[in-house]
């Protein structure tokens, strides 16, 4: 091979490289929010955009690190609410005060029969819900946790399984009126003090939801 021959294939062989001249880092930074394929106005393709528009070098990794954490810590909520539910029902009638002991010392008939099928109902109804939500939240998790990043957005917009927060909160709503039938069995006049504090705690949650709701509000979310 002559000298000129040896000296092209090598310069041939060196403009195949790719050169790094700062090009890759910008084309992370110019991910056109207008090409996604999400819902603009879904809960998450909200907040797709709002990590493209604040972590633009990663915004799929972020976005899919917080939809996974999302899925955990809802998971992890209706474990603690499957717990409680389990060991309500693991109570049965020995465990209650008798019914003639309850309406001496409210001095009230008391339909023993009705709050005890009422009690067993909305525990079990409250494990149910969070039952299915562990598991709902864990496929979520497994969704986006086997996908590669960059697939976040199609993932979001092709996810159609069942939302796990309805759940949890349909747990939470019948934990608490099952506890207030609890209440009634296990206590005498305690029963109005712990029911006047469960109502304000319900208030309380009330208005953290509405807090909640109103901070994400001035996010734009």
Known sequence: MSNQ???????????MVPQDNGQAG??????????????ENSYWGKRLRKF?????EEPFEKCKEALMNDSAAWGVFAA??????????????????????????RQATFN???????????????????????IIGTQQYSYFNNIPAEMVDVAIKENVQLAVAPFVYAAVVLQGAGLAMG?????????????????VAFLVIILAKWLERKSYKGLGL
Do not use: K, W
């Open 80 to 105: 603690l609410l499957m717990t409680v539910g389990a060991a309500a029902l693991s109570l049965g009638r020995g465990d209650f005060i008798d019914q003639e002991e309850l309406e001496a010392a």
């Open 5 to 15: 021959t040896y000296h092209e294939a090598n310069q041939n062989s060196v403009a």
């Open 112 to 134: 023993y029969d009705l709050v005890s099928y009422q009690y067993v109902g909305y525990n079990t109804l409250a494990f149910s819900c969070s039952f299915v939500a562990v």
């Open 183 to 199: 209440i009634n069995l296990l206590y005498y006049n305690e029963a109005y003090v712990c029911g006047t504090i469960a109502c």
């Open 52 to 56: 493209i528009e604040h972590h633009p």
């Open 26 to 39: 910008a084309s992370a930074s110019q991910i056109d929010a207008s090409q996604l394929v999400s819902d």
